[in-house]
Every structure is written in structure tokens, then in C-alpha cells.
């Protein structure tokens, strides 16, 4: 079973609010993935990490922003959030050996 | 380029029927790897199966089967007399090594009616 885990589930809240979506992970995984999805849409990638301090931009330009200060902790964070922020986050890290991606339960994020 | 296709945007399917989703893909890596994850309503991926391209071996589990062809770049999932739990939205997924991206495919929708 995947130990991976993200903070709030829900979320509502208004324009221009900053926020912060939390995930963690006990397996000790470096490489870690933050995914943007409309609910059953296809998967964007919007962050990626390859370890402590080392992250990277994906393909689908976002206005959040994330930070590797520690390898189990991969949080996501909007300064001033907008409607069009609205979507589920998804974060995932991956198993080294089999590369296989394991995901949180996702956070909705609400904007109104 | 790489790409995952999944043409099935959405299936129904009545109980106990076998329903076969399809995964097409595009690589120029001779070692990848491909996947398959299940995404139910509540909302997390839940790995399925993982595929490296040197293992064309056909593989079960259960009530889930997995025909992985080169010659056609495909990899598709047999479900074989489906459940309700079986409703959910699957994703075909493909990593080459050496790369940190993972390709998903737009993902299928299935539909299983009691």
C-alpha cells in the first residue's frame, strides 16, 4: 500500500487567497510528480523534483509554485488564487527500482 | 516522439460482460516501460500492472488480462466479467529510461450497468 499522502482533500475558497497543498511520502522516493487534472480528464504535469532542492517546471504552465526542502515533504503553493485555478492536484512519487508512480488521494480545489 | 493513445473515450458495458480496453503507443526508446492505472470516482490512481519491453509475455490477475504486442505498439486490458467496482476511468501510461516524464494517454471511461 502506497504511503503517500495530501492535505486537504477539499478545498473552497475565494479569489486571491494563498493556499498550499501539502503531500508526503514515508517511502523515502526521490523523484516526485505534482499532476493537475480535471476530474476523469487527462493528466498534466505541472512540477517535478528530483530530489531535495532540485525542482522543475512541467509541460502545462502553472502559477503555483513547489519546494524540496526534505525528501518526504513536496508541497504546492498559490500566492493568489484564481476560478481557473480550480481542478484537482495530484502528487505522486516514484519507486526507484520499477518506476512505478504512486499517487495521493488528490486535493479539489474550489475557487470561487 | 512519444505518445499514448487511447481512442475509447468512454464504454458502457452491462455486468459480466468481457470489455477490452485499448492502449496504442509511440516510442523511439528500444527500453521503456508501460502501465496501467485505475482511477475510481473518489479520485486517486491506483496502479495495475507495469510492462517493461523486453516482457511480451501476456499476464493475468484475476479477472484483469494484459496482451502486450511490439509489432502493433500496443497494450491493451481485457476485463473479464466485469463488476460494478470495475467502473472507473483507466489510463495507459509510458516511460522511456533514463527520463523523468511519463506519457498518459487521455484515459477510458468505463461503464459498467447492474
Known amino acids: 500500500e502506497a504511503d503517500i499522502y495530501q492535505t486537504p482533500r477539499y478545498l473552497v475558497i475565494g479569489t486571491g487567497k494563498k493556499i498550499t497543498l501539502e503531500c508526503s511520502q514515508t517511502?523515502?522516493?526521490?523523484?516526485m510528480y505534482w499532476y493537475q487534472q480535471d476530474p476523469g480528464m487527462e493528466l498534466h504535469l505541472i512540477h517535478y523534483?528530483?530530489?531535495?532542492?532540485?525542482?522543475e517546471k512541467g509541460d502545462l504552465s502553472s502559477e503555483s509554485t513547489v519546494s524540496r526542502i526534505r525528501t518526504e515533504h513536496f508541497p504546492l503553493t498559490l500566492e493568489s488564487a484564481r476560478p481557473s485555478h480550480t481542478s484537482q492536484y495530484l502528487c505522486?512519487?516514484?519507486?526507484?527500482?520499477?518506476?512505478?508512480?504512486?499517487f495521493g488521494e488528490g486535493s479539489r480545489l474550489t475557487v470561487l | 516522439a512519444q505518445k499514448v493513445t487511447q481512442a475509447q473515450t468512454e464504454i458502457s458495458v452491462v455486468e459480466k460482460e468481457d470489455v477490452t480496453l485499448d492502449c496504442v503507443y509511440e516510442?523511439?526508446?528500444?527500453?521503456?516501460?508501460l502501465f496501467w492505472y485505475k482511477q475510481p470516482p473518489s479520485g486517486e490512481l491506483v496502479f495495475l500492472i507495469r510492462?517493461?519491453?523486453?516482457?511480451?509475455q501476456n499476464e493475468i490477475s484475476g479477472r484483469y488480462s494484459w496482451n502486450f504486442q511490439k509489432s502493433t505498439s500496443s497494450f491493451n486490458f481485457t476485463i473479464t466479467a466485469s463488476q460494478v467496482v470495475d467502473s472507473a476511468v483507466y489510463f495507459c501510461?509510458?516511460?522511456?529510461?533514463?527520463?523523468?516524464?511519463?506519457?498518459f494517454g487521455t484515459g477510458t471511461r468505463l461503464k459498467v450497468l447492474a
Open positions: 517511502m523515502g522516493h526521490d523523484k
Open positions: 505522486a512519487s516514484r519507486a526507484p527500482n520499477t518506476g512505478e508512480l504512486f
Open positions: 501510461a509510458l516511460i522511456g529510461t533514463g527520463t523523468y516524464k511519463y506519457i
Open positions: 516510442t523511439r526508446d528500444t527500453t521503456y516501460y
Open positions: 523534483s528530483y530530489g531535495v532542492n532540485s525542482t
Open positions: 510492462r517493461n519491453s523486453f516482457d511480451e
